[in-house]
């Protein structure tokens, strides 16, 4: 069986995985985008971009690691877009053009019923209103022998954390303060759930923290 | 004039900057330990207590900078020690013995009146109990034209970062995650503060970062 994993998910020094005001124009919010330096430059997102170049070393390497050998992905649904409330038609189709970086099922999290969404590239969105369980539920159907990604927001992290459904942690913490966004620690007991850090690397552009469950 | 700095302030990935229950027997609370064993091995903690040998490298480094240049201190009660209310009698004398390492004045905020304690070494406790900015303004009388250290705990650094009094500020970020005890971070907008990460430097124990006032 893979794992459940939450990969390279970036957080400030003062603990935010994503900044104020998240919209069309702030996918992570206000700020958000300075918790991802570390992985912008990187051959790997390069890459994923279908782009040449990038830089190697530790974030790349890092970066590589946060993309690999997943089978299914699961996201909250303000990770999905900027549209709330019931889909009101079909027009939005995530951030990322007609050919999404996931290149495997990807299960959305919802409150509201929508048809799942064929990629190119391989990838499905697929949108569950029935919760985090049965999400996790159909994504282990669609991985197989494969690692499962929970990729955020902020608030599907920490409810998978909550519910003791992650095995694995990778943050990427960002030399920065932000004061203000999501929190992702507050009222997360993290040894009490099991976790404790096994892994350090840091690059000039953050100090990755991989953490497991026992 | 000197400046008035946070610094070597110990802070788990998941923003606690001391364990619950600080008692005699754990003055930085329970696991509070863990937030500094990127100080405990080095030279500079070692000729601190008297002692030989220790090692070298960044946390070396980082440690000798967090006790440079001070003219005075100032520490909250609890860092003093673990009694509470009314000084019962005069034998709580601080967690260091009879020579503690700060060899200079040393401001402690208490609700509660006491005489000053002269110490070996050059250390003064002095009992403030007018507040944060009386306790700054007898510092700096007595800091001339070095720095202020204000040395914690959590809540006393939480006071002054909000009050603007501080100018520079050196987090220890530790690899560990506590779950409970004292949150630094919450609550607390630093950037709405003026600060703003100029530094990082990481070793395999700790990554430390330093924030400066615009």
């Known amino acids: 069986m893979g794992q459940v994993r939450v990969a390279g998910f970036g957080v400030s020094l003062d603990g935010f995985g994503a900044g104020i005001e998240q919209s069309l124009n702030n996918p992570l919010g206000k700020r958000g985008p300075e918790l991802f330096q570390w992985f912008f430059p ?29 089978g299914a992905f699961i996201l909250g649904r303000n990770m999905f877009g900027p549209v709330r409330g019931p889909w009101l038609d079909d027009s939005w189709k995530g951030w990322w053009g007609n050919n999404p970086p ?20 391989g990838t499905t969105f697929h949108f569950v209103t029935a919760g985090i369980e049965e999400a996790l539920r159909l994504a282990k159907q669609a ?7 929970v990729g955020g927001g902020v608030s599907t992290v920490r409810q998978f954390l909550r519910a003791g459904l992650i095995d694995s942690v990778h943050f990427a913490l960002a030399p920065v303060v932000l004061g203000q966004g999501e929190a992702l620690f507050t009222g997360l007991d993290l040894p009490a759930l099991g976790f404790s850090v096994t892994e350090q690397r840091a690059s000039e552009k953050a100090t990755h923290f991989f953490l497991e469950r026992k």
């Open 143 to 149: 991985a197989g022998e494969k690692d499962i990604r």
């Open 42 to 70: 990187t051959k790997t997102f390069c890459s994923m971009h279908g782009e040449e170049g990038g830089t190697g070393g530790v974030d790349d390497e890092m970066a590589q690691r946060s993309m690999s050998n997943f």
């Open 102 to 121: 996931y290149h495997a099922d990807t299960f959305v999290l919802t409150h509201h019923e929508r048809e799942p969404l064929v990629m190119e590239g």
